[in-house]
């Protein structure tokens, strides 16, 4: 029996009594030499830890990278599509969305949309003063939220402009938003002005929900 000595890999050890395929000519991972390649074609998708079930007729054909995935791949990035529909609209997914707060009990995006459409409020003194209790706070400073925040604010100067209620909903979404990605050590001093501003929005029960979500860090 051969005894082959490991170098050192960027994805674990192998676990000794293990049994692991090699191939002659592979120094640090490249393919064995008897492996005749074609131009690459590039992928953008990010990196997989486990397979991903591809139709090698579309690659070959240089058809669009999203027309390449089939079974539960196809179907894992139609969920993520959907997520990060929901994400941007409703600061959480549509399954969470349909839960909670103003939207709880609806049966789905659209009619989560629907009720949120309907319960927004404009006070602009009151918009105001928790942009500003907010920049006080340096919230906008925070680099998990910076960008969050600027979404707020974008939202809010859109609304007296268009005067569209989307406006006002996606400013509930990126406050929900700011609100999941704060550091821990932030969230007793800036939760709760975030839950007034989901109040001065004409979603309260929002607020509440938003309070229960982290109701562990206001029992310290």
């Not at 309907?118 to 998990?144: C, F, H, M, R």
Request: with cysteine.
């Amino acid at each position: 029996m051969r005894t082959i000595i490991s170098s050192i890999r960027e994805c674990g050890e192998r676990i000794p009594g293990g049994v692991y395929l090699t191939s002659e000519g592979s120094t640090f991972g490249s393919l064995p030499l008897w492996v005749s390649l074609h131009n690459p074609i590039s992928c953008e998708d990010r990196p997989h830890r486990g397979p991903v079930l591809v139709d090698a007729g579309a690659i070959l054909a240089r058809l669009p990278e999203e027309k390449w995935f089939v079974g539960s791949s196809e179907a894992h990035r139609e969920k993520l599509r959907a997520d990060e529909w929901a994400i941007e609209r409703f600061g959480m997914t549509t399954t969470m969305r349909s839960k909670i707060g103003v939207a709880a009990d609806t049966t789905g995006a659209d009619e989560a949309m629907e009720i949120l459409l309907g319960s927004v409020k404009w006070n602009g003194s009151q918009v105001e003063k928790y942009v500003a209790i907010l920049t006080d706070l340096e919230v906008p400073e925070i680099p998990q939220v910076t960008e969050h925040f600027a979404s707020l604010i974008s939202h809010l100067q859109d609304f007296p402009v268009e005067n569209r209620a989307i406006d006002l909903v996606l400013a509930i979404a990126a406050v929900w938003r700011i609100a999941d990605n704060l550091p821990p050590r932030f969230r007793t001093t800036i939760i709760p002005n975030l839950m007034r501003f989901l109040v001065v929005l004409g979603v309260p029960e929002d607020a509440v929900a938003l309070r229960k979500r982290y109701s562990n860090e206001f029992k310290r």
